[in-house]
């Protein structure tokens, strides 16, 4: 099994300010299936980005994937009110899927 | 546009069985996999494993297998996720989602959730 490790588990920052949000996996996975995705309180997650640097529809270009191998970057260039949330990184080439443990933008 | 459709929340004791449901709309049910993921109270995202509509093709993440059924009914495109003992373990939020094109896909399309509380 894959396991992703997300840091920070908590990143408190102002809107305006830009994020880095990093996933790290404990093995090699090929930038095809991993994916990103962002959940509010009470409701379902949302994909973001799919194939690491890929915007899913819809998704504002402020959002952007990178990296390869065992180390992915989320970047949200400048926040918004509406981007404090959890965010999710996941992969989907091998089995079982696995999830990272999310991280948690905050306002500061 | 495409919606995936769950059943409403549920509370039942430890020891009773369940099974919820996920409605397609919109969308060619038997052509695209079907996931279901698990939220336990203020926790993570667990995938517990997919179908295929078309011909019934069920992975289950070895953490879940044996311990949940997955399954569907194509002539009402309806996704079904099934207990036959539930614990007080199994409290959580309970997903479907669409891989969007094959079964090596992110999750494009969720359904709104469904809560199930098990009190012992």
Known sequence: ?108 | EVQLVQSGAEVKKSGESLKISCKDSGYSFTSYWIAWVRQMPGKGLEWMGNIYPGDSDTRYSPSFQGQVTISADKSISTAYLQWSSLKASDTAMYYCARPSSGYDSAFDIWGQGTMVTVSS
């Open chain 1, 1 to 108: 099994e894959i396991v992703l490790t997300q840091s920070p588990g908590t990143l408190s920052l102002s809107p305006g300010e830009r994020a880095t949000l990093s996933c790290r996996a404990s093995q090699s996975v090929s930038s095809r299936y991993l994916a990103w995705y962002q959940q509010k309180p009470g409701q379902a997650p949302r994909l973001l980005i799919y194939g690491a640097s890929r915007r899913a529809t819809g998704i504002p270009d402020r959002f952007s994937g990178s990296g390869s191998g065992t180390d992915f970057t989320l970047t949200i260039s400048r926040l918004e009110p509406e981007d404090f949330a959890v965010y999710y990184c996941q992969q989907y080439g091998s089995s079982p899927r696995t999830f990272g443990q999310g991280t948690k933008v905050e306002i500061k």
